[in-house]
């Protein structure tokens, strides 16, 4: 179903790939990307790879969403995971696209049921590990 606000549909993929990633943990994160008129899984990283490899994966000049599976030790010394959703608008993107990407994404966050934090970045500062262990708990 498209998004009536900006046209933009959901590949069905994108809530399998991120059911599996919520549930079975089978991927450390997923960068999807708009592309005709759709979203679509562009990259699914492995459960081994790091945060440094899920940063890479981002383009510098274009947008994207994505998905991020964080894992944290609290105070109380437990393991605990968070799963956050990366709007990802660098302010070398083109305008159309920011604004693209702006208007359909809390449909797609919707899409996506399990986020548990969300973040606005356009430039790798703001989304910085400290960002995710800051926001996290």
């Given at each position: 179903?498209?998004n009536?606000a900006?046209?933009?549909?959901?590949?069905?993929?994108?809530?399998?790939?991120?059911?599996e990633?919520?549930?079975?943990?089978?991927?450390?994160?997923i960068?999807?990307?708009?592309?005709?008129?759709?979203?679509?899984v562009?990259?699914?990283?492995?459960p081994?790879?790091?945060?440094?490899?899920?940063?890479?994966s981002?383009?510098?000049?274009?947008?994207?969403?994505?998905?991020?599976?964080?894992?944290?030790?609290?105070?109380?010394n437990?393991?605990?995971?968070?799963?956050?959703f990366?709007?990802?608008?660098?302010?070398?993107?083109?305008?159309?696209?920011?604004?693209?990407?702006?208007?359909?994404?809390?449909?797609?966050?919707?899409?996506?049921?399990?986020?548990?934090?969300?973040?606005?970045?356009?430039?790798?500062?703001?989304?910085?590990?400290?960002?995710?262990k800051?926001?996290?708990?």
């Amino acid at each position: 179903m498209a998004n009536a606000a900006s046209g933009i549909a959901v590949h069905d993929d994108c809530k399998l790939k991120f059911l599996e990633l919520k549930a079975k943990r089978t991927f450390r994160f997923i960068v999807f990307k708009i592309e005709e008129k759709q979203v679509i899984v562009e990259k699914l990283g492995e459960p081994a790879e790091s945060y440094e490899d899920f940063a890479a994966s981002l383009p510098d000049d274009e947008c994207r969403y994505a998905v991020y599976d964080y894992d944290f030790v609290t105070v109380e010394n437990c393991q605990k995971s968070r799963i956050f959703f990366i709007a990802w608008c660098p302010d070398t993107a083109k305008v159309r696209s920011k604004m693209i990407y702006a208007s359909s994404k809390d449909r797609f966050k919707r899409e996506l049921d399990g986020i548990q934090v969300e973040l606005q970045a356009t430039d790798p500062t703001e989304m910085g590990l400290d960002v995710f262990k800051s926001r996290a708990n």
